[in-house]
C-alpha cells in the first residue's frame, strides 16, 4: 500500500512539474517565412507566373494540412520583373521579415549572381534549381546554395 502511495506521489510531482516547466513547443515558431521573387511580369511572365501560383497554393495546402510539423509557412511575393535590381532590393527588403527568411529560390541567374556574395554573411539559404555557379556544386558551400542543376549534370567541376 505505501509503494502503491508513494508512486502515486511522484506522478503527481512530475506532472505537476512537468506543466510548470516550459515546453520546446511554446519556444518554437508559429509561422516559418518563405519569401517568393516573383516575375509576373516581364520577359518570363509566360512561365514565372505560372510557377508563382503554383508555389503559394502549395503553401496554402501545406497550411491545411497543419504546416511543416505543426508550423504553418507564411507567404509574401516580390515582383521583380526579371530584372536584377529589383530583385536585390526585394532581397534586401524581405530578409529579415516576420522572423527571418527561411530560403530565398530567385528564378532568375541576374538575381542569383547577384545575392551570391550575400547570402553567406546573411546565413539564409538559396535555391537554384536549374542554374546557379558551377563552383557551388563543391560540398563547402552547401551550406548557402542547394545547386541541383550542376550536381544533377554530373559535370567536371562538380566535386561534392
Avoid at 506522478?11 to 516547466?21: E, F, K, M
Avoid at 517565412?33 to 514565372?48: D, E, I, S
Avoid at 509574401?76 to 535590381?85: K, L, N
Amino acid at each position: 500500500m505505501k509503494v502503491r502511495q508513494l508512486m502515486l506521489a511522484v506522478t503527481a510531482v512530475t506532472l505537476a512539474a512537468s506543466s510548470l516547466a516550459p515546453s520546446s513547443a511554446f519556444a518554437q515558431a508559429k509561422e516559418q517565412f518563405f519569401p517568393v521573387l516573383t516575375g509576373r511580369t516581364g520577359p518570363v511572365a509566360p512561365n514565372a507566373a505560372p510557377w508563382a501560383n503554383g508555389h503559394n497554393d502549395y503553401m496554402k495546402l501545406v497550411n491545411v494540412r497543419g504546416g511543416i510539423n505543426g508550423v504553418k509557412t507564411l507567404v509574401e511575393e516580390c515582383e521583380t520583373a526579371y530584372a536584377t535590381d529589383r530583385g536585390v532590393e526585394c532581397y534586401e527588403r524581405l530578409k529579415g521579415k516576420h522572423g527571418g527568411a527561411t530560403v530565398f529560390q530567385p528564378l532568375s541567374t541576374g538575381i542569383t549572381f547577384a545575392l551570391t556574395e550575400k547570402i553567406p554573411t546573411d546565413k539564409i539559404p538559396m535555391i537554384t534549381s536549374g542554374y546557379g555557379r558551377k563552383r557551388f556544386g563543391r560540398r563547402r558551400h552547401f551550406q548557402v546554395e542547394l545547386p541541383a542543376y550542376w550536381a544533377l549534370l554530373g559535370c567536371r567541376g562538380y566535386r561534392p
